[in-house]
């Protein structure tokens, strides 16, 4: 039985049990809930506080687990990054009033206030610096005015926090974290690679959708060049015509795009499909 955590509560919760509905894992009606056995898929899911599912993941408890990169540097644990899983981007970057430290080398000897000590420790001792790293839960940005510490690490998503704090961001990110799927340092990556394999394919649909159209004969290798593939489209006859029919997959990103160059090449009937897995 493979054991896997997921965060109970905060911003990578609901994105966490949604990514492994859409791979065909049970998940948890009842937000109080904090164990789910998921017989069909010989899985048991433990529902644990954001801060210690790298925790037990390091500690073996359990297998694998879905927390953030910050979370996983943070916690020091002996667990390892497998999989990136593209939501929760966050970007952690150091801060302080105007003028007063432009630089990480000028934070030597100050108070840093941080909800992630470990991980700014270890940030500052990579570049030689020692200082005060002050270990806050919340409202890090209020900690200068207060007079807790003179500099803050937290993170940034378009700084209007820290400007309306009277804080000024310098020097370059600690780190760029997101929601990462995690396993035990001693657990084999085959152990896990049915879980990893549903959570790629889930990721892969989310970035493509699947496109029909038809096409002229004499037009068929100027659309092909619109839609390579990934090796080579779905080309299939119509019947009793020179048209072909026509299935790739395009990025979701482009996909407005695609069927405008295909319309002015001459395809017609195009349509496109939300895909809901991939395996390639």
Do not use: C
């Not at 801060?51 to 927390?67: E, K, N, P, Q």
């Not at 007063?100 to 934070?107: A, G, K, L």
Request: proline residues 5%.
């Amino acid at each position: 039985m493979l054991r896997i955590a997921i965060p109970n509560k905060g911003s990578l919760s609901e994105p966490a049990s949604q990514l492994l509905r859409e791979a065909g894992y049970k998940q948890r009606a009842d937000p109080r809930d904090l164990v789910l056995l998921d017989a069909r898929n010989e899985v048991e899911f433990f529902f644990l506080r954001p801060r210690d599912v790298a925790v037990y993941v390091g500690a073996g408890t359990v297998h694998a687990g879905i927390t953030g990169r910050d979370l996983l540097l943070d916690s020091g644990a002996d667990a390892v990054e497998h999989l990136e899983l593209g939501f929760g981007a966050s970007t952690f970057r150091y801060a302080a009033p105007p003028d007063s430290v432009t630089s990480i080398e000028q934070i030597a000897g100050k108070r840093v206030a941080t909800s992630y000590p470990h991980l700014v420790t270890n940030h500052l001792k990579s570049f030689g610096v020692e200082a005060e790293v002050v270990r806050l839960d919340g409202a890090v940005e209020s900690s200068v005015r207060l007079g807790v510490a003179d500099v803050v690490a937290d993170v940034v998503s378009t700084g209007t926090t820290l400007r309306a704090a009277g804080l000024e961001i310098f020097g370059e990110p600690l780190l760029k974290s997101e929601a990462i799927l995690i396993r035990d340092s001693d657990v084999p990556e085959e152990q896990i690679a049915v879980l990893a394999a549903r959570l790629r394919g889930v990721l892969m649909a989310r970035q493509f959708v699947l496109m029909d159209y038809d096409v002229p004969g004499e037009k068929l290798e100027a659309a092909i060049a619109v839609t390579p593939g990934f090796e080579a489209p779905t080309v299939t006859p119509l019947h009793g015509s020179d048209w072909s029919a026509v299935r790739v997959m395009v990025p979701r990103s482009e996909m407005n795009h695609v069927m405008d160059e295909l319309y002015a090449v001459g395809a017609r009937a195009i349509l496109t499909t939300e895909l809901l897995a991939v395996r390639v």
